[in-house]
C-alpha cells in the first residue's frame, strides 16, 4: 500500500438520510478551502454506486439509515479496490459502534455536534491517510471492549502479528500508542521516511487500510499490556 498523499482538492460524498443535514453539510462544505461535495446519497444501498459515480476521496457517513445502516455500508465499502476513505458522523456514540466502524476501516469518528471548523480538519486528515482521533480517545474506547472471548481474540491477533518482521512489529506497537511518525523516528532511531516506509508494509502484510486498524490488533494481541 502507498503512502498517502493529500490530493489537491478533496472530493468528498455525504452519506445521511436526512435531506437536511444532507444540504447543511454541503452549505457547510461549500465555503471550505480545497473540499468540494461531489455527491449525495440517502442510504447505505446507494452508497457503491455513489462511489463508482464520484470517486469521492472521503465519504461522510451517518450510522443509522433504513435498508442498509452506514456501519454495514461502510464494511462493503472496504473491501472494494482502492476505496475512500470513511469518516463516520452520526449521532451515536455507543462504543459498539465506534468499534465496529474502526474495525470495518473507516478512518474516524465524529459526532454531528461537532464545530464544523473541526469537521473540516477530520476530512483534511483521513484524506491524507490519519486516523481523527486521538490516542487518548482510542485507548477510551479499546479499553472499554467486553472482556468476552479475549483469549480467543488475542491468540487471533498474535497470530496475525507474527507475519510482521521484528522491526515492523516494534513500529506497530509504537503506532499502537498514539506516537506519531518523527515519535516513532526518535524512538527506534529510523528516519521519518523509514517510518513510513515500515507502516506501508505494515498495512499490506495485514491488509489494513489505517493506523487505528494497527492500534486496534496490538491492543487485542496484548502488546500494549507487554510494555514497561
Known amino acids: 500500500m502507498a503512502v498517502v498523499t493529500t490530493p489537491e482538492t478533496i472530493r468528498v460524498l455525504v452519506v445521511d438520510d436526512d435531506p437536511l443535514v444532507r444540504a447543511g453539510l454541503r452549505l457547510m462544505l461549500h465555503g471550505a478551502h ?3 461535495v461531489v455527491g449525495e446519497a440517502g442510504d447505505g ?6 462511489v463508482a459515480e464520484h470517486r469521492p476521496d472521503v465519504v461522510l457517513m451517518d450510522i443509522r439509515m433504513p435498508t442498509m ?3 454495514t455500508a461502510t464494511e462493503l465499502l472496504r473491501t472494494r479496490p482502492d476505496p475512500p476513505q470513511i469518516l463516520i458522523l452520526t449521532t451515536f456514540d455507543a462504543d459498539e459502534h465506534i468499534l465496529r466502524a474502526l474495525r470495518a476501516g473507516a478512518a474516524g469518528f465524529l459526532l454531528k455536534d ?3 471548523a473541526d469537521i473540516v480538519a477530520a476530512i483534511q486528515r483521513v484524506a491524507r491517510g490519519e486516523p481523527v482521533l486521538s490516542p487518548a480517545v482510542t485507548q477510551r474506547l479499546i479499553a472499554r471492549v467486553t472482556d468476552a472471548g479475549q483469549d480467543r481474540r488475542r491468540t487471533l491477533a498474535r497470530d496475525r502479528l507474527a507475519q510482521l518482521a521484528g522491526r515492523e512489529r516494534e513500529v506497530a506497537v509504537a503506532v499502537a500508542q498514539g506516537k506519531s511518525n518523527a515519535e516513532i523516528g526518535a524512538t527506534l532511531h ?3 521516511p523509514t517510518v513510513k516506509t515500515h507502516i506501508s508494509r505494515i498495512l499490506t502484510k495485514l491488509e489494513f487500510h489505517n493506523r487505528v486498524q494497527i492500534a486496534l490488533l496490538a491492543h487485542d494481541a496484548g502488546l500494549l499490556a507487554d510494555q514497561p
Open 34 to 36: 480545497g473540499i468540494q
Open 114 to 116: 461537532t464545530p464544523p
Open 190 to 192: 529510523l528516519s521519518i
Open 69 to 71: 445502516d452506514g456501519l
Open 45 to 50: 444501498t446507494k452508497v457503491a454506486s455513489a
